[in-house]
């Protein structure tokens, strides 16, 4: 296997996932600054045009950070990110889904149509009027997340670290680094990220 990686919070989401599953794979870095994963070459490999891609043995091509961590999972479910029956699983699935409805989609959109824009506004369809109004959307979502949480929540959403806990370790660095941090008011996830930081130190 090999991977098609880049910057950016998605490849690095399914680096730490593989690399949490004790799972090497050989990286196939993609200039995505400069454009590289728009060009032919790489259209063929993902025509969506995003990293990370996933390439088996047999030269199959796993696109999607959702459809990769669900593959590993299934060719490797030790140590459990996703879950080991149908209800653990679907806790986890609702929560990605959440936390990507809640705060990934509206930070990167808020992302693409501001900071992002000179990057993006040839390759997708950008929101600068709307931006801010996205960029309060995630902010509202980490509130909502902070809300659900107890003081002795180590996780997100199990007792033991989840690929949801990965995703958002993932794009709470990317907000930081984009201007869109974390709410002051969020003092539990503040400590959930402190561990998951010192986590990821350990896997990088
Ligand atoms: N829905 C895709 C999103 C992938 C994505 O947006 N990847 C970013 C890197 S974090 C990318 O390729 N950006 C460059 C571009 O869109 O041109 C997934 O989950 O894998």
């Known amino acids: 296997m090999k991977l098609y990686s880049s910057i950016g919070p998605n490849p690095r989401l399914v680096r730490l996932f593989a690399a949490a599953k004790g799972v090497s794979l050989p990286l196939v870095e993609v ?53 080991n029956d ?4 679907a806790n986890t699935r609702m929560w990605w889904r959440r936390i990507e409805q809640m705060i990934v989609q509206p930070m990167t959109t808020g992302f693409r149509g501001s900071e992002g824009l000179e990057l993006f506004r040839n390759r997708v369809a950008c929101y600068p009027e709307v931006s801010e109004r996205y960029k309060q959307e995630a902010r509202n979502g980490w509130l909502w997340l902070e809300a659900q949480l107890t003081d002795d929540s180590r996780y997100i959403c199990a007792e033991h670290m989840t690929v949801t806990d990965i995703m958002l370790l993932c794009f709470a660095d990317f907000g930081e680094l984009v201007g869109q941090p974390l709410p002051a008011a969020c003092t539990k996830l503040k400590n959930w990220l402190a561990s998951m930081r010192a986590w990821a130190a350990q896997h990088e």
């Open 86 to 89: 149908a209800q653990s699983r």
């Open 31 to 83: 200039d995505i600054m400069a454009g590289e994963n728009r060009q032919p070459d790489f259209l063929k490999i993902n025509p969506t045009g995003t990293t990370p891609v996933l390439e088996l043995n047999d030269g199959t091509r796993i696109a999607e950070t959702t459809a990769i961590c669900e593959y590993l999972e299934e060719v490797c479910p030790e140590p459990v990110l996703i879950g």
